[in-house]
C-alpha cells in the first residue's frame, strides 16, 4: 500500500485543523508559540538530536525555544514547534493518521515548551495507537476523500 501525501496546503490546513481543536488548557499557551511546518529536517537539526541525515524519517517534530519552566516571572519567550510533513506521512498509513500524527507531535513538542524532556515522555510516546490495528482504520479512499471534501469546504 502506498503512503498518502498531502500537498503542502492542505497538510497546513489540517495542522490549523487541529491546532483549533486542542483542548482549552493547551490553547491558553499557544500565544507564544509559532508552529511551522518544513517538507523534513534539516541536517543541522538531525545532527543536534544525535541522528543521521538518513534517519530523517524518525524526526516528526521539533521544539526550539525556553521551556516556560525555565523562563523567569513575566518572560514571554517566543517558542516554535516545527512539524516536518514528509516524516509525518512516512509515519502514516491513511489520511486520518496523519491528522493523528499532527496531533500527537504537536502534544510531544508542547510538552517541552512545558518543560518535559524526552525521558518524561516516555509513557506518552509508548502508548499504542488506534492505527497500530490495520483493520481499525477502514478504507484510505473513503478517508481520502473526506478529506478533499473538507479542502473544498474551506476554499
Known sequence: MSRPRLNMSDFCKAVAQVI????QP???????????VDERPSNHVLREQGLGAA???ELLGYFEGAPITE???GEHHPNRITL????IEA????VEEIRYEIRRTILHELAHHFGFSEDD???FESMDSP?????????????????TDDSKEER
Open 71 to 73: 523562563q523567569e516571572f
Open 55 to 57: 534517519e530523517w524519517r
Open 91 to 94: 509515519a502514516s498509513r491513511s
Open 131 to 147: 492505527f497500530d490495528d490495520a483493520d481499525s482504520f477502514g478504507d484510505d479512499d473513503a478517508t481520502d476523500d473526506a478529506l
Open 26 to 36: 493547551f490553547c491558553a499557551h499557544m500565544h507564544n508559540i509559532a508552529v511551522d
Open 84 to 87: 516536518f510533513k514528509q516524516s
Open 121 to 123: 515522555l516516555d509513557g
Open 20 to 23: 483549533r481543536a486542542l483542548p
